[in-house]
């Protein structure tokens, strides 16, 4: 059984950092593209940050400059480092991986529980 934790949110004033992690764990044969999505109250979930197991990124037009994904592939975690973070990145972050069991055939995509980053002004 596969799992996604994550973990590093909290409560940041404004212009601060937090950096987030999540961990796959499990049955894992191996791990395609990971990325974090957002969804704050009221509104709908949104992709945040996307990272391919080759390492090539793409961001939402309103976290780049500021935030940045990565992953350590032996580790089977992705973090997101944001910086400069502002009141409206306030919400909770999920992670989101596609993964290859060790005994399937096909992969599926995963979510984790989600954390919350709360942005204090």
């Known amino acids: 059984q596969v799992q996604l934790v994550e973990s590093g949110g909290g409560l940041v004033q404004a212009g601060g950092s937090l950096r987030l992690s999540c961990v796959a764990s499990?049955?894992?044969?191996?791990?395609?593209?990971m990325g974090w999505y957002r969804q704050a109250p009221g509104k709908q979930r949104e992709l945040v940050a996307a990272i391919t197991s080759g390492g090539s990124t793409n961001y939402a037009d309103s976290v780049k400059g500021r935030f940045t994904i990565s992953r350590d592939n032996a580790k089977n975690t992705v973090y997101l480092q944001m910086n400069t973070l502002k009141p409206e990145d306030t919400a909770v972050y999920y992670c989101n991986a596609f993964i290859y069991g060790a005994t399937s055939s096909s992969g599926m995509g995963y979510w984790g529980k989600g954390t919350l980053v709360t942005v204090s002004s």
């Open positions: 499990g049955s894992i044969f191996s791990i395609g593209p």
